[in-house]
């Protein structure tokens, strides 16, 4: 320093810095602190880059179709678990021309006449083959039952309906078509196809007195009735009848 205040020059002709050098070194704890927190900082913007540089080396394009294709393989994966499946195709097989049985019987045919699908379409009875015809009784809560004859109808390639009794029984009202087709809904290893039946044709031939549970109707695919089974339970013996059908 010169006499007049003024620095002396720097032999090396590097700028003039000021540096001011503390009698106590605990002065510099802030000063050590920041450059530890700016440090910390630095090293996590580091390795926030190295994990997002393979994602980002082609912009925002790849993560758009990462995220996109992940979103298609779980809507896939739920569809096929919870959709609803594919109804069998109808049979091509001819009606049986002389059934051991009068039509409404067990060797016999469907008893002639019509129901209405779900969508609104007519359908002759005796269309409705080869399957299972279930008649819901008066009063029915919703079981596995129909999940049961589902997904063996579905496994065997066979058909499944649900009607609803129209009578009631015991105080009983008939089951309304809405709740049989959410009963149907719970079915997810088969597709039950609902039907409506005013008359009650199907109900008054094979359940002449309502109430229990589900009747059961198996149908050949030559339209002959295999068997009627009052108060149908899961089990052996149902799904047995079932595999009947496909080579009866």
């Known amino acids: 320093m010169r006499s007049g205040g003024d620095p002396d020059p720097d032999d090396y002709g590097l700028p003039r810095v000021d540096i001011v050098v503390p009698d ?29 540089r393979p994602l980002t080396r082609f912009g925002v394009a790849v993560p758009i179709i990462a995220g996109a294709l992940l979103v298609a393989l779980i809507s896939g994966v739920l569809m096929t678990v919870f959709g609803p499946q594919p109804a069998p195709r109808p049979t091509t097989a001819r009606l049986e021309p002389d059934p051991t049985a009068r039509p409404g019987d067990v060797g016999g045919l469907l008893p002639a006449g019509n129901v209405t699908l779900a969508d609104g379409t007519v359908k002759p009875l005796r269309e409705m083959r080869p399957g299972v015809i279930g008649i819901v009784p008066p009063g029915y809560r919703c079981g596995p039952l129909v999940a049961d004859i589902a997904a063996q109808t579905r496994a065997n390639q066979l ?36 039907v409506e039946d005013e008359r009650g044709l199907l109900a008054g031939t094979y359940a002449p007195k309502p109430g229990g549970t589900i009747t059961t109707v198996f149908v050949e695919p030559d339209g002959v009735v295999a068997g009627v089974v009052p108060n149908q339970k899961s089990g052996n013996d149902l799904n047995q009848k079932i595999k009947d059908l496909t080579v009866g």
Do not use: S
């Not at 802030?30 to 880059?49: G, N, P, S």
């Open 24 to 52: 106590d070194a605990r002065e510099l704890d802030r000063d050590v602190l920041a450059y530890h927190r700016e440090e910390r900082r630095r090293r996590r913007r580091a390795r926030t880059r190295r994990i997002t």
């Open 159 to 194: 058909n499944f309906w649900l009607v609803a009794d129209p009578r009631r029984a015991g105080g009983r009202e008939p089951v309304p078509v809405k709740d049989v087709r959410e009963c149907a809904g719970t079915a997810h290893r088969g597709t039950p196809l609902v």
